[in-house]
């Protein structure tokens, strides 16, 4: 390092999400920095970086906390990706996942000692495990529901055997790729029952008291492996000798099935292969961080993003922990490295009336609620009944989603967290009987309520400890109760009050009960609205899919503009670096998918025709073996997905785009839980599903049809794009960092994951980049993408340009007067001297719809002004997207300012 290379901004200025796996190392990351850093990206924000599962796509199966995962080229490969990065000024922030660890297989050592020891293994208070469960065969014992089939049945079958395994040099049950490590105690009786030869080994084993001997022992016992041992093994894997000795260790072998009823620890929402971590637990919570705190100590990674933050314990504490363990080693950082403190994000998606809590010394969210107003500001109100209306008609199910959720949510409780419920319902009869007042409330009328409860909370969770309930649970909890006492049993609401009570700290009999109590239930009902709004209810209601995004309410069809003004000045004054997101690796749909259909709302009656249409026309292929939901929501998806340039006579490309729907609507399908599922796919509707898009798709079936889609996502292209150039705009200049998911900085007509997760070509965006081309030519042949980037670009620079305006500024919305005032989006940013004004068309389908231009013409805009404060009017300012000055007046025709793209930043300081 030189002294002149640059520091990275402690703020990021803006960051670029990058999805790192084996097909795209470090390696691959550093090669695109210089083309990251042209863009006006200040930060690359990484996926997990931890040593996850082999083959992960993801990094959020991570499987050893102490080291860079090798798979991606481990901490040699980050070292030269940061060295990379910061000759460009860049910084790093990494994603870590506090809340759970990749169980089952044989790759977690952690895991692997807790099932080899039970309680007395040294991790197995790391993960949260519940060894006192009311079912006597899992007293003291690890469920393992990993069995593909019932556990006689695998038994019987063979399936399960005994095998020495190398890698770990013990003796383990295994069950295809999964290992389950014996308990010590039982190797000498295994031993002696094969060849004499072993006996003296078996002796070895019974005498060894300290794990020192165990050690040696099993040293030992990797030179005798071999056709001696395996026919030891053999002999013991016999199910009637197998099973007692089974049933000796320190884990239960069950069928997967039973995870849901059964299970005793806790999951990542339901996934039995990641396992819930006690970072509550001090020296969890270090050894769990050790490895990321000594990068950020080496000046290696400069900020966090904390996924999940609702699945732990005490968010808030949590946080807390976290900055002032960061702050305090922010001074042995190398001089080179960005000075702290560091930023830190939580994945949190917060109810539309929900804030984030002041008190977690975070600096944000990573911006769902952002994705949700941007998108909820680009839909017509005015639109929403006839869509509820056409989605009630078609589809039969409810026209509201809080219906469908209510319903999702009490299935989700059922089917798979029945054992979480029954553990919190048994936590809070314990609480119950330690007052004469309450030793009458029974487990069962308890847990009644609680399902009652779990199933109206408006909200991921409440954030009470064990001193007390913060201010801010009180009236989510008061929404939430009077719901619950509505569904109540008849004569048990006031267990609902109970329960209440003792969330907020009321009338306790004993404080460290009422703390295990209202933490298990926190943490019970986060994956229980997770799972059913987001996983299940969002793939049943189709009124507008657009709508049924990640933190979004689908309840919600448009969100004013005065509610996008107040959450923007909010943020400013509370979260000013809070992350602003449109696309993630998590998102439902692509952020421009969700623009084209947000244009819909503007046409309700001509989409009912069009639905119309499709559906006579396509009834050949359904012959009524389709649910008309699924069909209805397909035409949304082609319609949304259609890809720019695409004929509708083009058979392989058409066909390509059927494929990504297949594999779309599989698990659209198996999410919603109503025609199919995971746990019990319906291979026959499925099959039906599948046939008939083939069909919809294949361009010698369906040429009328392709064709009528292909006219309307023609007619919808501008205001589709201008609604993509809109949301860009507005994440780039509100409040907050801006992010950019890889390669959304061209057209994103992604489906769901991992169909977000395809490769990128960076070279046509380095293309794109350089060229100079006049924004007005670029608008022109919008379709290519080119012009979102420059956007995008244009915009980044003037933050690099004025970096305490954007990162500090204060958030102004201004007056917009005349005829068109409802379709414009105007604010002013000011910080000392510097300051910029911001101005964005907003539901333009009307004017655009059918045309090739992504403005409106000036005589649709007739007299619509902005109106300026009077410190700005007058002002000489610079056009941040097409160059040049110009100078502002008390009032500005929106035409001039628009004049070839629905956007326009102007700058000065």
Request: proline share 6%; glycine share 8%; with cysteine.
């Amino acid at each position: 390092m030189t002294n002149d290379t640059p520091i990275a901004p402690r703020v990021p200025r803006a960051t670029y999400r990058l999805q790192l796996r084996r097909e795209f190392p470090f390696e691959a990351a550093e090669r695109v920095v210089p083309y990251l850093a042209a863009l006006g990206i200040s930060h690359l924000y990484l996926s997990p970086i931890l040593a996850s599962r082999k083959g992960s796509v993801h990094g959020y199966d991570g499987v050893d906390f102490t080291h860079v995962d090798p798979e991606i080229g481990g901490e040699e490969g980050l070292a030269s990706l940061v060295a990379a990065a910061r000759r460009h000024g860049m910084g790093i922030i990494a994603d870590i996942v506090p809340n759970h660890m990749a169980v089952g297989g044989a790759d977690n050592r952690f895991w692997l000692d807790v099932l080899e020891n039970g309680p007395s293994s040294r991790y197995a208070h790391f993960f949260d495990i519940d060894w006192k469960t009311p079912d006597p065969v899992l007293e003291g014992k690890v469920a393992a529901p990993f069995l593909g089939a019932p556990y006689g049945e695998a038994l019987a079958g063979g399936e399960i055997t005994l095998v020495f395994d190398p890698h770990m040099r013990r003796l383990c049950a295994a069950y295809y790729h999964h290992r389950f490590p014996l308990n010590p105690g039982d190797y000498g009786e295994i031993l002696r029952g094969g060849d004499a030869s072993l006996h003296a080994l078996a002796d070895r084993f019974d005498e060894a008291r300290t794990p020192e001997a165990y050690k040696e022992a099993r040293i030992e016992l990797a030179r005798e492996a071999g056709e001696t041992l395996a026919a030891a093994l053999e002999a013991a894997s016999k199910p009637d000798v197998l099973h007692p000795l089974l049933e000796r260790q320190n884990w239960r072998l069950a069928w997967w099935r039973t995870a849901g009823d059964e299970i005793n620890w806790r999951r990542f929402f339901d996934i039995t292969e990641l396992a819930g971590l006690r970072v509550e637990d001090e020296e969890v919570f270090e050894a769990v961080h050790a490895e990321i705190f000594r990068l950020y100590e080496a000046g290696l990674i400069d900020g966090l993003r904390i996924d999940h933050v609702d699945g732990l314990a005490d968010p808030a504490g949590y946080g807390r922990r976290l900055r002032e363990r960061l702050d305090e080693i922010a001074a042995r950082r190398p001089p080179e490295a960005t000075p702290g403190p560091a930023i830190v994000w939580v994945e949190k998606i917060l109810a539309h009336d929900e804030s984030l809590a002041g008190d977690w010394a975070v600096d944000g969210t990573t911006g769902y609620e952002f994705m949700d107003a941007v998108s909820g500001l680009l839909h017509s109100p005015e639109g929403e009944e006839m869509f509820t209306d056409l989605w009630s008609e078609i589809s039969g199910r409810y026209p509201d989603f809080a219906s469908e959720e209510l319903d999702a949510r009490n299935e989700m409780l059922v089917r798979s967290f029945a054992g979480q419920l029954d553990a919190v319902a048994h936590a809070f009869h314990d609480l119950a009987r330690l007052d004469l007042e309450t030793r009458d409330v029974t487990y069962h009328a308890i847990r009644r309520a609680l399902v009652a409860l779990v199933a109206a909370f408006p909200a991921y969770r409440t954030y009470a400890t064990a001193g007390a309930a913060p201010g801010a649970d009180a009236p989510i909890l008061e929404r939430a109760v009077e719901a619950a006492k509505d569904m109540a049993a008849p004569g048990e609401a006031g267990i609902v009050d109970l329960l209440a009570g003792w969330i907020s700290g009321i009338g306790v009999p004993d404080q460290e009960v009422r703390a295990r109590a209202v933490t298990a239930l926190q943490q019970l009902c986060a994956p229980v609205a997770a799972k059913s709004v987001e996983d299940t209810a969002f793939y049943r209601y189709g009124r507008l899919v657009s709508r049924c995004e990640v933190g979004s309410d689908p309840g919600r069809f448009a969100i004013a503009r005065e509610a996008f003004h107040a959450q923007a000045m909010e943020r400013a004054e509370r979260f000013p670096h809070g992350l602003l997101a449109t696309a993630t690796h998590d998102h439902k749909r692509g952020e421009d998918l969700r623009a084209r259909l947000a244009a819909l709302s503007e046409l309700p009656a001509e989409w009912a025709d069009r639905v119309g249409t499709w559906l006579d026309l396509n009834k050949r292929h359904t012959r009524d073996a389709i649910d008309p939901a699924d069909e209805y929501v397909f035409y949304q998806m082609l319609l949304g997905a259609w890809p720019f340039g695409l004929a509708p006579d083009d058979a392989e490309g058409v066909a390509r785009l059927g494929a990504r729907l297949v594999r779309w609507q599989e698990k659209a399908l198996r999410e919603a839980k109503l025609n199919s599922s995971w746990t019990e796919p319906d291979e026959a509707y499925e099959t039906a599903c599948r046939t008939f898009v083939e069909a919809a798709t294949d361009v010698s079936k369906s040429s009328a049809f392709l064709a009528s889609i292909h006219a309307f996502a023609e007619a919808l292209a501008p205001a589709g794009a201008a609604n993509g150039l809109v949301q860009s705009a507005l994440r780039s200049t509100a409040p907050g960092v801006p992010d950019c998911y890889q390669g959304r900085e061209f057209w994103d007509f992604s489906l769901v994951d991992p169909d977000n997760r395809d490769p990128v070509d960076y070279e046509a965006r380095e293309a794109a980049l350089a060229d100079a081309a006049p924004i007005a030519d670029l608008a022109a042949s919008y379709r290519d993408g080119r012009v979102k980037q420059r956007v995008i670009a244009r915009c980044l620079e003037a933050r690099r340009a004025l970096p305490e305006l954007f990162a500090q500024g204060e958030y102004l919305p201004l007056a917009v007067r005349g005829p068109r005032a409802a379709h414009v989006v105007a604010f002013a940013r000011r910080h000392s001297s510097s300051a910029a004004i911001v101005v964005t068309g907003r539901l333009l389908a009307a004017p655009l719809v059918g045309g090739d231009a992504l403005v409106p013409r000036a005589e649709w805009w007739g007299e619509t002004r902005i109106v300026l404060p009077n410190d700005l009017v007058d002002a000489e300012m610079s056009d941040a997207l097409e160059g040049g000055r110009r100078g502002f007046g008390t009032e500005v025709p929106v035409a001039e300012l628009l004049p070839t793209v629905p956007v326009g930043l102007w700058t000065m300081g």
